[in-house]
């Protein structure tokens, strides 16, 4: 894999998402594609296209924009992708282990956290929602944001320690330094009557 690039915004699910990748065929990466999604329920809305680009491939991967607040309305295509990258037969690199990771701590179809250990909810606020909604390889570096929208009972020790653990254990740095605290406004409060 030398490039990704993904996502328009931060607080918007990808609809769509790009990897060039060397050494393998279009063909070879359109059958691993199909095999994916035909076997893995969590892929459904997601597809892939290749086209040859330059002696390599250039992968798109299609989803459904959607608002990271409301994430079950799309179909992220940095996620879909991931997933592709991992299933393909790359050459062992530190590159390929650190983007299956990623992977990993963001499978495909998880919007709550479940991949990075902060998968909360409550009563008042609901479920946390997670959405991997940037990424950038290039031969300047690598990047990539999520969006959490984080439930009541999260906090400093219960997420963000987790995520920059997580992150870390698999060869990433962590930039954020503390979180937003959550806000509940009650519903008899004066602004919401």
């Known amino acids: 894999v030398t490039a990704i690039n993904g996502g328009v915004k931060i607080n918007v699910v990808p609809e769509s998402a790009t990897a ?3 050494g393998l065929s279009a063909a070879q990466i359109t059958e691993i594609g199909d095999n994916l999604i035909n076997s893995t329920p ?74 990075l250990g902060v998968d909360m909810w409550d009563e008042v606020s609901g479920h946390t929602t ?6 950038q390889l290039s031969e300047q570096g690598f990047s990539a944001a999520f969006d959490c929208r984080a439930c009541l009972s999260a906090n400093d020790d219960n997420t963000t320690a987790i995520v920059r653990a997580k992150l870390a254990n698999a060869g990433f740095a962590y930039s954020d330094n503390t979180m937003f605290a959550p806000h509940y406004v009650p519903e008899d409060s004066f602004l919401v009557t």
């Open 20 to 22: 060039l990748i060397e």
């Open 42 to 115: 969590a892929m459904a809305g997601c597809s892939f296209s290749c086209d040859d680009k330059d002696g390599a491939i250039l992968v798109t991967a299609h989803g459904k924009n959607a608002h990271a607040s409301t994430p079950h309305e799309g179909v992220n295509a940095i996620t879909g992708l991931l997933a592709l990258i991992k299933a393909l037969p790359l050459a062992d690199c530190t590159l390929h282990t650190q983007l299956k990771a990623l992977a990993d701590l963001f499978p495909h179809g998880d919007i709550h956290g479940k991949g």
């Open 130 to 135: 997670l959405t991997l909604d940037l990424i």
